[in-house]
């Protein structure tokens, strides 16, 4: 923990080591524009971090429905019925072979005139996510479910248990502590790519830092603070994830057994 | 199920994995109360003639009766035959993310509805049954391999089998653990359990086989009771194999 916010701090200076040197070269910096020390300044900076709601939100919960789109994916994909896995492998390979920001605009654009449905900006954000996502968890998730020894299945079936009672009590379980490093790193991979919904028009940070420089032209100044506000969301992240491994693996403290 | 003679009957039993022939006409009869030792090289289909009988593999042809119930891989028959049939696997097999007591409670209470209170006093009973009940608050990777494979037995005894199934359950072990293993299922053999043993440890096979059975190539070579079996083997096969194992 203490180590990654050390990392982390390191970047912040180095970051700000480049800019100072920077603004000596040229002083066409203007940092007042995004000062906490000046009233004008304060604002622009609070309308920039209030985007922060949208991208998290909208992340988080893309990444609940790919979990949980992903887990059903990937089921059929460990079947050994053909059909099951191949349903399993047209999908993945579909999907995630379509970039997100075509993907984004043709739920946003396209959805309406073949369906009828017309999201809003946040929903079609976590939407296209979401889909885009799923195919990458199945994945971890089949992955996942392999790496657990046949033997528990086999031990499991043999004490009575049913298909569905050995996934949620003896493979899930185990499968998702192999898995959380992978998860959070989709999970920051996500933050990152929802900057792509600012292209239809959601107020999360990248579209609230290109609305600023519309008004105050200062495109490196401003950008330069949203790729901290990412950063440090992405840090966070990192801990929260580094903190639940922890409490997991405790839990399971290093089998002897395989 | 009515009251039945034979445990276990396998008739003209046959398995293939692809090409490979691995079971070529089992015949076998276990009788209630019977303890048969099966040995022999290894591939020879000891571990496949095990699992066939609860149906961890499928066998092509032939017939498996247990308990009076023949298995046809319907979900039913299965299900039927595996809540008679506990089995202990060479390498344990707890489940890792659980403590001992959740390992021998989570199929009583999930397979057979028990509730918690009933299933931990009967989890407790086996765990002192197999000499452990101090152990049961622990994680399975926290304890010995000779614990490990006593928890896993005590796992299967909570399902309350007729009939329990080893496979090499102390192949995997520190040759210091392995009596306090075998001295478990000794106890259960002498409490009159139905067992198939898959094992080379011919000193528990003395002491509690009714019958030995030989395999080799997929074949039942000779089966007898232990001491024609080690005294007297009838065939060359056999008699190699006993002179092999008896050295080490
Ligand atoms: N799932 C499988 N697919 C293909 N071949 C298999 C499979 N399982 C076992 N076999 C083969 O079948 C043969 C018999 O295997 P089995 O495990 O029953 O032997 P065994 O007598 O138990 O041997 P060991 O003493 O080594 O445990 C071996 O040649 C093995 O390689
Ligand atoms: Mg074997």
Not at chain 1, 32 to 47: A, C, I, M, W
Not at chain 2, 46 to 66: A, D, F
Request: charged letters at 20%; one cysteine or more; glycine letters at 8%.
């Amino acid at each position: 923990m203490r180590q990654s916010i050390t990392i982390g701090i390191k970047w912040l200076l180095g970051l700000a080591a480049i800019l100072a040197v920077s603004g000596c070269s040229d002083a066409n910096l203007k940092w007042y524009v995004v000062s906490p020390f000046t009233e004008s300044g304060r604002v622009n900076l609070k309308f920039l971090i209030e985007g922060t709601w949208n991208t998290l939100f909208m992340s988080f919960l893309a990444l609940l429905i790919s979990i949980v789109v992903g887990l059903l994916i990937a089921i059929p994909g460990i079947a050994r019925n053909k059909p099951l896995r191949a349903t399993n492998y047209v999908y993945v390979e579909l999907v995630r072979s379509i970039p997100l920001l075509p993907l984004i605009l043709w739920v946003y654009y396209g959805l309406p005139e073949i369906a009828g449905i017309q999201l809003d900006y946040f929903w079609a954000g976590v939407f296209a996510l979401a889909l885009s996502d799923s195919a990458f968890e199945a994945e971890i998730f089949r992955a996942g479910i392999q790496s657990v020894p046949k033997g528990q299945t086999e031990a499991a079936s043999t004490v009575g248990l049913n298909y569905f009672q050995n996934m949620r009590y003896i493979v899930l379980p185990q499968a998702i502590r192999r898995i959380l490093p992978a998860l959070g790193n989709q999970f920051a991979y996500m933050v990152k790519m929802s900057a792509l919904v600012s292209v239809i028009g959601l107020q999360e940070l990248t579209r609230r830092a290109n609305e600023l420089i519309v008004t105050e032209y200062r495109a490196l100044e401003i950008y330069t603070i949203l790729i901290v506000e990412y950063l440090v969301i992405i840090l966070i992240i990192g801990q929260g994830v580094r903190w639940l491994e922890r409490k997991m693996g405790s839990e399971e403290s290093d089998s002897r057994s395989s | 199920m009515s009251e039945n003679e034979n445990a276990i009957v396998l008739n003209g039993v046959h398995k293939w994995f692809g090409d490979f022939h691995v079971l070529r006409d089992i015949n076998l009869t276990v009788s209630q109360g019977e303890r048969v030792v099966i040995c022999g090289p290894s591939g020879s289909g000891k571990s496949t003639v095990v699992r066939c009988i609860n149906s961890l593999e499928k066998h092509q042809k032939g017939e498996i009766i247990v308990d009076g119930t023949k298995l046809t891989h319907t979900r039913k028959s299965v299900a039927q035959i595996r809540s008679e049939v506990g089995m202990v696997f060479q390498q344990f097999n707890l489940f890792p993310h659980l403590t001992v007591l959740e390992n021998l409670t989570l199929g009583p209470i999930k397979a057979r509805g028990l509730s918690p209170a009933d299933a931990n006093e009967r989890a407790m009973r086996y765990l002192e049954r197999v000499h452990i009940p101090e152990q049961a608050q622990k994680k399975p990777g926290q304890l010995s391999g000779g614990q490990q494979q006593r928890v896993a037995i005590a796992r299967s005894l909570c399902m309350e089998p007729k009939i329990m199934l080893f496979d090499e359950p102390t192949s995997a072990l520190d040759p210091e653990m392995i009596s306090e293993v075998l001295d478990v299922m000794v106890e259960l053999a002498e409490e009159g359990m139905t067992m198939i043993v898959v094992t080379h440890e011919m000193g528990f096979a003395r002491k509690a086989a009714n019958t030995m059975v030989f395999m080799d190539n997929g074949e039942i070579v000779e089966t007898g009771t232990p001491d024609v079996f080690f005294d007297a083997p009838k065939t060359d096969r056999c008699r190699r194999f006993l002179q092999q194992i008896l050295q080490h």
